[in-house]
Protein backbone atom coordinates (compact mmCIF):
# COMPACT_ATOMS: atom_id res chain seq x y z
CA UNK A 1 0.00 0.00 0.00
CA UNK A 2 1.69 3.33 -1.01
CA UNK A 3 2.28 5.63 1.63
CA UNK A 4 3.04 8.95 1.33
CA UNK A 5 5.25 11.21 3.88
CA UNK A 6 6.11 15.50 4.06
CA UNK A 7 8.53 16.49 6.16
CA UNK A 8 8.57 19.11 8.04
CA UNK A 9 4.99 19.17 8.84
CA UNK A 10 5.39 22.76 9.14
CA UNK A 11 8.30 25.76 8.12
CA UNK A 12 8.62 29.21 8.89
CA UNK A 13 10.91 31.67 6.80
CA UNK A 14 12.02 35.20 6.36
CA UNK A 15 10.74 36.53 3.52
CA UNK A 16 13.08 36.11 0.52
CA UNK A 17 14.39 32.97 1.73
CA UNK A 18 14.71 29.79 -0.19
CA UNK A 19 13.64 26.79 0.54
CA UNK A 20 13.04 23.35 -0.27
CA UNK A 21 9.98 21.03 1.19
CA UNK A 22 10.35 17.12 0.78
CA UNK A 23 8.20 14.47 -0.17
CA UNK A 24 9.10 10.69 0.14
CA UNK A 25 6.93 7.71 -0.83
CA UNK A 26 6.65 4.20 -0.50
CA UNK A 27 6.19 2.55 -3.83
CA UNK A 28 8.81 3.50 -6.61
CA UNK A 29 5.94 2.34 -9.30
CA UNK A 30 4.21 5.59 -9.84
CA UNK A 31 3.11 7.07 -12.76
CA UNK A 32 3.01 10.71 -11.94
CA UNK A 33 3.16 13.13 -9.21
CA UNK A 34 1.84 15.77 -8.55
CA UNK A 35 2.23 19.37 -6.03
CA UNK A 36 -0.50 20.98 -4.67
CA UNK A 37 -1.10 24.29 -2.74
CA UNK A 38 -4.32 24.33 -0.39
CA UNK A 39 -5.03 27.85 1.19
CA UNK A 40 -7.18 27.82 4.66
CA UNK A 41 -10.41 26.86 3.92
CA UNK A 42 -9.85 26.16 0.06
CA UNK A 43 -9.34 24.01 -2.68
CA UNK A 44 -6.35 22.11 -4.02
CA UNK A 45 -4.72 24.39 -6.50
CA UNK A 46 -2.31 22.52 -8.83
CA UNK A 47 1.41 23.45 -9.19
CA UNK A 48 3.10 21.01 -10.73
CA UNK A 49 3.10 17.47 -12.13
CA UNK A 50 6.17 15.15 -12.93
CA UNK A 51 5.92 12.59 -15.33
CA UNK A 52 7.65 9.58 -14.07
CA UNK A 53 10.04 9.64 -16.98
CA UNK A 54 10.89 13.15 -15.94
CA UNK A 55 13.46 14.17 -13.45
CA UNK A 56 12.13 17.86 -13.00
CA UNK A 57 9.55 20.44 -13.71
CA UNK A 58 9.57 24.51 -13.27
CA UNK A 59 7.30 26.72 -13.11
CA UNK A 60 7.86 30.72 -12.21
CA UNK A 61 9.93 30.41 -8.97
CA UNK A 62 9.07 26.86 -8.58
CA UNK A 63 10.73 23.61 -9.23
CA UNK A 64 9.95 20.12 -8.69
CA UNK A 65 12.66 16.67 -8.88
CA UNK A 66 11.39 13.27 -8.68
CA UNK A 67 13.68 10.53 -7.48
CA UNK A 68 11.81 7.74 -8.36
CA UNK A 69 14.14 5.32 -7.60
CA UNK A 70 14.91 6.20 -3.86
CA UNK A 71 11.21 7.16 -3.73
CA UNK A 72 11.72 11.17 -3.12
CA UNK A 73 10.45 14.33 -4.27
CA UNK A 74 11.50 18.01 -3.57
CA UNK A 75 9.92 21.52 -3.98
CA UNK A 76 12.19 24.49 -4.39
CA UNK A 77 10.52 27.82 -3.94
CA UNK A 78 12.88 30.58 -5.16
CA UNK A 79 12.89 33.91 -3.16
CA UNK A 80 9.71 33.35 -1.12
CA UNK A 81 7.04 35.89 -0.56
CA UNK A 82 4.36 35.77 2.16
CA UNK A 83 2.11 35.24 -0.41
CA UNK A 84 3.38 31.66 -0.62
CA UNK A 85 2.42 31.28 2.96
CA UNK A 86 -0.43 27.56 2.43
CA UNK A 87 -0.14 24.25 3.13
CA UNK A 88 1.84 22.16 0.25
CA UNK A 89 0.50 18.75 -0.63
CA UNK A 90 2.94 15.91 -2.58
CA UNK A 91 0.46 13.37 -3.95
CA UNK A 92 1.34 10.21 -6.00
CA UNK A 93 -0.40 8.63 -9.17
CA UNK A 94 0.24 4.78 -9.56
CA UNK A 95 -1.51 2.04 -11.43
CA UNK A 96 -4.90 3.19 -10.65
CA UNK A 97 -6.41 6.70 -11.08
CA UNK A 98 -6.13 7.53 -7.50
CA UNK A 99 -3.77 9.92 -5.85
CA UNK A 100 -2.24 9.16 -2.78
CA UNK A 101 -1.59 12.30 -0.73
CA UNK A 102 0.87 13.44 1.78
CA UNK A 103 -0.43 15.05 5.16
CA UNK A 104 1.72 18.39 3.87
CA UNK A 105 3.82 20.82 5.10
CA UNK A 106 2.36 24.18 6.48
CA UNK A 107 4.23 27.22 5.15
CA UNK A 108 4.27 30.92 6.66
CA UNK A 109 6.48 33.07 5.34
CA UNK A 110 6.94 36.35 7.58
CA UNK A 111 7.57 39.64 5.93
CA UNK B 1 -8.83 29.19 -17.03
CA UNK B 2 -11.54 26.04 -16.89
CA UNK B 3 -12.54 25.24 -13.07
CA UNK B 4 -14.05 22.65 -11.17
CA UNK B 5 -16.65 24.36 -9.18
CA UNK B 6 -18.91 22.66 -6.44
CA UNK B 7 -22.12 23.53 -4.35
CA UNK B 8 -23.13 24.43 -1.79
CA UNK B 9 -19.94 25.45 0.00
CA UNK B 10 -21.02 24.49 3.30
CA UNK B 11 -23.83 21.99 4.00
CA UNK B 12 -25.40 21.10 7.81
CA UNK B 13 -27.22 17.96 7.67
CA UNK B 14 -28.68 16.15 10.20
CA UNK B 15 -27.42 12.59 10.93
CA UNK B 16 -29.58 10.03 9.13
CA UNK B 17 -30.73 12.64 6.34
CA UNK B 18 -29.64 11.99 2.71
CA UNK B 19 -27.47 14.31 0.79
CA UNK B 20 -26.47 15.66 -2.33
CA UNK B 21 -23.10 17.16 -3.07
CA UNK B 22 -23.00 18.77 -6.56
CA UNK B 23 -19.91 19.38 -8.95
CA UNK B 24 -19.53 20.63 -12.45
CA UNK B 25 -15.97 19.50 -14.03
CA UNK B 26 -14.20 21.07 -16.51
CA UNK B 27 -16.02 20.76 -19.99
CA UNK B 28 -13.97 18.79 -22.05
CA UNK B 29 -12.45 16.56 -18.92
CA UNK B 30 -13.51 12.74 -18.88
CA UNK B 31 -12.16 11.94 -16.00
CA UNK B 32 -14.12 12.57 -12.60
CA UNK B 33 -13.36 11.85 -8.80
CA UNK B 34 -14.34 12.93 -5.22
CA UNK B 35 -11.81 13.09 -2.63
CA UNK B 36 -12.75 13.84 1.21
CA UNK B 37 -10.32 15.45 3.96
CA UNK B 38 -11.47 15.05 7.12
CA UNK B 39 -10.26 18.04 9.57
CA UNK B 40 -6.55 17.91 10.19
CA UNK B 41 -6.16 14.76 8.25
CA UNK B 42 -4.60 13.95 4.64
CA UNK B 43 -7.01 13.94 1.57
CA UNK B 44 -8.17 10.36 0.82
CA UNK B 45 -9.39 8.95 -2.41
CA UNK B 46 -13.36 8.42 -2.57
CA UNK B 47 -14.39 7.07 -6.18
CA UNK B 48 -13.38 7.67 -10.16
CA UNK B 49 -15.94 7.84 -12.70
CA UNK B 50 -14.99 7.23 -16.59
CA UNK B 51 -17.55 6.68 -19.34
CA UNK B 52 -20.44 6.97 -16.90
CA UNK B 53 -19.39 4.33 -14.33
CA UNK B 54 -17.50 3.74 -11.40
CA UNK B 55 -13.75 2.98 -12.32
CA UNK B 56 -12.12 2.55 -9.07
CA UNK B 57 -13.34 3.17 -5.20
CA UNK B 58 -11.89 3.03 -2.26
CA UNK B 59 -13.18 1.01 0.76
CA UNK B 60 -14.73 4.36 2.35
CA UNK B 61 -16.88 4.36 -0.50
CA UNK B 62 -19.55 1.87 1.03
CA UNK B 63 -23.21 1.17 -0.06
CA UNK B 64 -24.23 4.37 1.72
CA UNK B 65 -22.74 6.30 -1.23
CA UNK B 66 -23.30 6.86 -4.46
CA UNK B 67 -22.14 8.60 -7.45
CA UNK B 68 -24.08 9.71 -10.68
CA UNK B 69 -23.78 12.09 -13.94
CA UNK B 70 -27.68 13.14 -14.65
CA UNK B 71 -26.78 15.09 -17.44
CA UNK B 72 -23.55 16.42 -19.63
CA UNK B 73 -22.51 18.62 -16.86
CA UNK B 74 -22.84 17.63 -13.11
CA UNK B 75 -21.18 15.01 -11.53
CA UNK B 76 -23.12 14.49 -7.73
CA UNK B 77 -22.01 12.36 -4.61
CA UNK B 78 -24.69 11.25 -2.66
CA UNK B 79 -24.44 9.76 0.98
CA UNK B 80 -28.15 8.27 1.85
CA UNK B 81 -27.73 8.39 5.19
CA UNK B 82 -25.09 10.46 6.66
CA UNK B 83 -23.52 9.36 10.03
CA UNK B 84 -20.96 11.91 12.32
CA UNK B 85 -18.03 10.71 11.04
CA UNK B 86 -19.16 12.04 7.64
CA UNK B 87 -18.70 15.53 8.90
CA UNK B 88 -15.30 16.31 6.30
CA UNK B 89 -14.87 18.57 3.65
CA UNK B 90 -15.50 16.94 0.16
CA UNK B 91 -13.54 18.12 -3.23
CA UNK B 92 -14.41 17.24 -6.59
CA UNK B 93 -11.94 16.71 -9.50
CA UNK B 94 -11.29 16.30 -13.16
CA UNK B 95 -8.70 15.37 -15.65
CA UNK B 96 -8.16 14.15 -19.42
CA UNK B 97 -6.32 11.08 -19.78
CA UNK B 98 -2.76 11.43 -18.01
CA UNK B 99 -3.03 14.67 -17.35
CA UNK B 100 -3.13 16.88 -13.85
CA UNK B 101 -5.96 16.61 -11.93
CA UNK B 102 -7.72 19.71 -11.09
CA UNK B 103 -9.91 20.38 -7.91
CA UNK B 104 -12.72 22.36 -6.64
CA UNK B 105 -12.92 24.35 -3.45
CA UNK B 106 -14.88 21.72 -1.75
CA UNK B 107 -18.10 21.27 0.14
CA UNK B 108 -17.84 21.16 3.91
CA UNK B 109 -20.20 18.99 5.26
CA UNK B 110 -21.41 19.55 8.80
CA UNK B 111 -23.20 16.60 10.57
CA UNK B 112 -25.17 17.10 13.51
Known amino acids: KQEVTQIPAALSVPEGENLVLNCSFT??????LQWFRQDPGKGLTSLLLIQSSQREQTSGRLNASLDKSSGRSTLYIAASQPGDSATYLCAVKGGSEKLVFGKGTKLTVNP | EPEVTQTPSHQVTQMGQEVILRCVPI?????FYWYRQILGQKVEFLVSFYNNEISEKSEIFDDQFSVERPDGSNFTLKIRSTKLEDSAMYFC??????????FGDGTRLSIL
Open chain 1, 27 to 32: DSAIYN
Open chain 2, 93 to 102: ASSEMATPQH
Open chain 2, 27 to 31: SNHLY
